[in-house]
Nanobody, 119 residues
């Protein structure tokens, strides 16, 4: 059974940092395409970052230079390092696995972790 469990969310002041973690199991993590997405209250789901098994990464323009996605194959973990956080980054953040190596679509999601950026 595929499982994705996010952690590391919380309350942070504007300009602060958080590191989210996603513990993965039930599939071959080292060859998977993983991504982070977020959903703000009353808003739709928004793609944030994606990482391929080669290490190649892609980011939504609004988070480029501030967020970094990475993976640890030895621990089956995906991270999202978030720096210079803004109030508009407030959302529930989800870890997801893409259905194939092309990174074309998601087939599994985690439960999400809340990130709140506020003074």
């Amino acid at each position: 059974e595929v499982q994705l469990v996010e952690s590391g969310g919380g309350l942070v002041q504007p300009g602060g940092s958080l590191r989210l973690s996603c513990a993965a199991s039930g599939f071959t993590f080292s060859t998977a395409v993983m991504r982070w997405a977020r959903q703000a209250p009353g808003k739709g789901l928004e793609w944030v970052a994606r990482i391929f098994s080669t290490g190649t990464t892609y980011y939504k323009d609004s988070v480029k230079g501030r967020f970094t996605i990475s993976g640890d194959n030895a621990k089956n973990l995906v991270y999202l390092q978030m720096n210079s956080l803004k109030p508009e980054d407030t959302a529930v953040y989800f870890c997801a696995k893409d259905r194939d190596a092309l990174g074309s679509a998601v087939d599994y999601w985690g439960q999400g972790t809340q990130v709140t950026v506020s003074s």
